[in-house]
């Protein structure tokens, strides 16, 4: 499933539909709009962040007490509680408990940890089909596709493209892609199949290590409809996902969805505690990468993720190359700082896809130093050896030029030259700043000589 | 090894010093009309609300605005006239068909207009997310500002399941355009209650 092509080869496909680029760089930039507006009307908005970090740091540097802690409390509630290393193991786990009730099909609702450790497939492959709930989730399935975007699974996708699935998959009528027309004959369908699921399986958005409970948020009302149905309920979370306290959760429910989509809260925030008579809840929580994670310091505060999207929604390398490019369940800036953890070879390509301009950590609602991660990542893979030799190369060049004012001054004239008496030097496949941009006009003069000049002309008539 | 003792010790040895909590009690809003705040939010993000002052109203109200030869289902012992009481011990299942579902809240919240309901007052876990419309019962002395209010009162209360619900369901997975109605619900109504 995975791909093997980087992200800029990735990128570059998706460039080529040039208007399917500003559709997708306008969609997600109104998001982005709609979380400003959103943030700015809520008092102590700056402070609210800080708390939420603050949290956060707490729970990373106290992990260890909280997991025994919260694990101890699911006991008590009635929860059965499984510890896994690795997505083999949790998917081992999922499939055991099924099987013990010889249930073949589940419904799931979002998460991209389970996305992450290719259950689906696992269980399909074990004659276990699995549907996910979802909407935009629902429609990447038929298509075959990962999501593109953790918040909005099919954000690439236009309405024509989903009617087509919808004729093929649902037998809707062909043409047939008007949203709300499409949304009640997948919700017809959808309901059918979780009054008919014995098995449920949702992601944990909040988990209280106080009260052993953890809370799930939809907009769609998918997670509950599977959940309340099913007499085998099973949570897959990650270990980060712990909070210390009940009151906390009115910290970050007020972040999360004005971050993710600029709602004041999610339509659903469900608090899950004890099963309901004559059902089964079960809790897995997963490792996969997230202690080796703890254990680099320039890297551990992106366990503070709370999965809101909204660093992809303001990238300006995510809105014009699209989820799908980055080769990861979780894309943009916060994937291409957690996917070198799990694989730093596979995944060296994700930090360099970024301008460093900073705006994913100014919208992060727990404060992550995303930009100073991504720059610190490269380093870390170019150390290791992980870079292609062309990137290699040409920033050995660029750091001999920066260094030498000669080679500099040298550097300068000859680039200007070139522009000005022969572009087509440059203006050429072979230079990968010329794809997709047009090359600048050249200035004259360099800085040094216009200050030079400038500068020495202003001194003479002071 | 377990894998629990495994990632127990891992997680342990590579946590970092300990970082304190801050301190969350300065998030205070004072609202002058908490309960105008309130009916401005909830109809902003797609509810209705009707501001009534006895129980009784609603009983004029729901024929005019729901399909009354449907199935109507309510928690509300003075409403067992208009609606069929909710039984706690049958198959969640049996619901499908409901067309409204008309609970009382433990309390609403005026910043976003969710109302916090737990298992007690919906009946059955599945009522407020099955039912095709759902009507919630808000006393106005139960309003509270912001979402570190609602946790203040709901406390260390011991319940099997609880939620808020901010509305009717929704999903915008269609190019970004919003539909009211994903699987729960297709609209919500508040009975504000003085």
Redesign the interface.
Known sequence: MKSTADHATLAEKFNRDEERVDWHDG?LW??RQKRDRSANL???WE??R??AS??K??V?????DY??QFEENLTKNGVKVY???DAE?HNQIVYSILKAKEITQMVKSKSMLTEECGLNEYLHERGIDVIN????EY?QQIDNEPPSHIV????H???EE?GELFHEHLGTEKGLSD??L???VA?KH??NV??TRRAALTGVNFAVAE?GEYVVCT????A??G???SEVQIASMG?EKLI?E??????F??LLARSA?G??????????????PGQEMHLI?V?KGR??L??R?DF?DSLKCIKCGGCMNTCPVYRKSGGLSYHNTISGPIGAILAPNLDMQQHADLPFASTLCGSCSNVCPVKIPIHDQLYKWRQVIVKEGYVANRKTFSMKAMSLTFASPDIYRTAGLTGRWILNYAPFAVNNKFNPWYKQRDMPESPKQSFGEWYKKNVKENNKDA | M???E???A?????????????D?S??N?VEVDIASKYTD?FTG?GGQVFAVTQLDTIKEIVPEHFDTSKRIVTTIAELNDIAELISANVD??GF?DVELAIIEARLG?A????VWLTESVMG???IP??CQHLAVVVYEDSLVS???D???K?A?E????????????????????L?L?????LSMTIFLVK
């Not at chain 1, 990373?60 to 260890?64: Q, T």
């Not at chain 2, 910043?111 to 969710?114: L, S, T």
């Not at chain 2, 011991?158 to 355009?177: H, L, M, N, V």
């Open positions: 969609a109104w998001i809520t008092p102590q402070e609210l800080e708390a603050a949290i740091s707490n990373i540097s106290n992990l260890h997991l025994v510890w896994a290393s193991e709930s979802d909407l935009g429609i909005l699974p099919c954000i996708k236009k309405k989903i949203p709300t499409l949304t009640r919700r959808l309901r979780f009054l009260t907009n769609e009302g998918n509950d409809m959940a309340h149905l270990l210390p009940r009151k906390h959760l009115g910290v429910l007020r989509i709602q004041p809260i999610t339509i659903y925030s469900s608090h899950f505690k004890k099963p309901r929580l490792d202690s080796t703890l254990a310091p551990r | 377990s894998s629990r495994k990632i127990l891992a997680v342990k040895q590579n946590q970092p010093p300990l970082s304190p909590l801050p969350i300065m998030f809003v939010t993000i969640p299942h499908e919240v910043e976003n207009g969710a059955q876990r599945i997310y099955i912001t979402m570190h609602a946790y203040a709901i260390t011991d319940y099997g399941f609880g939620g808020f619900i901010g509305g009717p369901s929704k999903t915008a997975d269609i190019e970004q355009a539909v109605g994903a699987h729960g619900p």
